[in-house]
């Protein structure tokens, strides 16, 4: 299966650790391709020490100011990979003095990680939850037929089929409390 880091993900890990930060914050992916940042002009562009990374060149790279002012598309900051389910799926990079952002921006990976994982666990239990509501409807209107062809045959055979009667009223009503729990299960 493959994973990847949406847009709107890239955005709000972004936005949180830029908060806290202040600092700039990219998000790379394929290519070293920057699609989330702090600094809005960068999104769109490589930054080449996402390129080591998604290349696994490196898995992390400390970049000085020094360093910054030889590597194209970089400032100096510390930049690691994002893993899911041992899939490199990204890379995350913290602007600022690489020995004081490192410890950010392993939080930063994890909480990526961590949100993947929580919307692959809702994806997942949302295909369940469909699946048996669709099992419950068709059952529900399973009891349906069986109580109207119930109701047939009691009238077809006359007062003998009283007691088929009471049954395919009680599945009728059975069928239509089963309907209301589902509507109120969809709408919760």
């Known amino acids: 299966m493959e994973y990847e880091i949406t847009k709107e993900l890239a955005d709000r890990v972004v936005d949180i650790v830029h ?20 600094d809005p002009d960068r ?11 998604m290349n696994r060149e490196l898995s992390e790279i400390a970049i000085t ?10 400032k100096a900051g510390y930049n690691g990979g994002i893993y899911y389910k ?19 921006q392993k939080m930063a990976a994890i909480i990526v990680e961590e949100t993947i994982g929580r919307e692959e666990q809702r994806k997942a239990e949302e295909v369940l939850r469909n699946e048996a509501v669709s099992k419950i409807t ?3 209107e399973a009891m349906n037929v069986l109580s109207l062809n119930g109701s047939i045959q ?5 007062s003998k089929g009283n007691a088929f009667k009471v049954v395919a009223v009680e599945m009728r009503n059975l069928a ?5 729990a589902i509507d109120f299960f969809k709408r919760s």
């Open 65 to 74: 100011s020094q360093m910054a002012s030889t590597i194209k598309g970089t």
């Open 86 to 104: 041992n899939h490199l799926i990204g890379c995350i990079g913290i602007g600022g003095n690489p020995e004081i952002v490192k410890p950010l």
């Open 138 to 140: 068709n059952i529900a």
């Open 176 to 180: 239509e409390s089963i309907n209301n």
């Open 19 to 38: 908060g806290i930060t202040g600092g700039d914050v990219n998000i790379m992916v394929e290519k070293g391709l920057i699609i989330s940042s702090a």
């Open 154 to 158: 009691a009238a077809k055979i006359g």
């Open 43 to 53: 999104i769109g562009t490589t930054h080449e020490g996402g390129v080591k990374i």
